[in-house]
């Protein structure tokens, strides 16, 4: 089983919004035999709470139901993941920094946007201080992001289905 990993700040708004949109594509093309998702955030503010609402909602809107509580990153995520995405340039630097404080290394951390084709910007714009249209636009960028990253998954690990 390959396991990736999305990570935001709160795990609330992003990084489950990717979960679900990754769970599903994967699902839809039979494959969660072999790959799986989790979320997590790097912050404790959001620990045991559910997906913010608008991010519920603009999953609901594309067929895709979320299911997660907010949880922090930690020692053993870096251990047990084969793949890390970061939603910002932030986040992954937060990454970075609690795998120094536990000296562990990980070769296959990406920021989600390095996977968007045409991307134009390199992170997930954090929509938690907007309006509902901020989440839309994140939708369809985690959409566009991890469509293409599961081509590459599929490449990388010679799953043909
Ligand atoms: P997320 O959004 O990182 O996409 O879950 C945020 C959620 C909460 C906060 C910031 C960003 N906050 O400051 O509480």
Not at 30 to 55: M, N, V, W
Not at 104 to 122: C, G, V, W
């Given at each position: ?20 949109i ?90 989600m946007r390095?996977f968007q084709p045409n991307a ?19 939708y369809q960028i985690l959409n566009e992001s991890i469509k293409e990253f ?12």
């Amino acid at each position: 089983m390959i396991k990736v990993l999305f990570v935001c700040l709160g795990n609330i708004c992003r990084s489950p919004l990717a979960e679900a949109i990754f769970n599903h594509q994967i699902n839809s093309l039979d494959l969660a035999y072999k790959f799986q998702s989790d979320s997590c955030g790097t912050s404790d503010y959001h620990i045991g709470e559910l997906p913010d609402e608008r991010s519920v909602a603009s999953a609901k809107r594309h067929g895709i139901a979320i299911s997660h509580r907010g949880r922090q990153l930690n020692h053993a995520d870096i251990r047990d993941f084969d793949y890390i995405i970061a939603m910002d340039k932030s986040n992954k630097k937060n990454i970075l920094q609690l795998m120094e404080s536990y000296n562990l290394s990980h070769d296959r951390i990406y920021l989600m946007r390095e996977f968007q084709p045409n991307a134009s910007s390199n992170e997930v714009p954090d929509p938690y201080y907007g309006g509902e249209d901020g989440f839309e636009n994140v939708y369809q960028i985690l959409n566009e992001s991890i469509k293409e990253f599961i081509v590459q998954l599929k490449k990388e690990h010679q799953v043909y289905a």
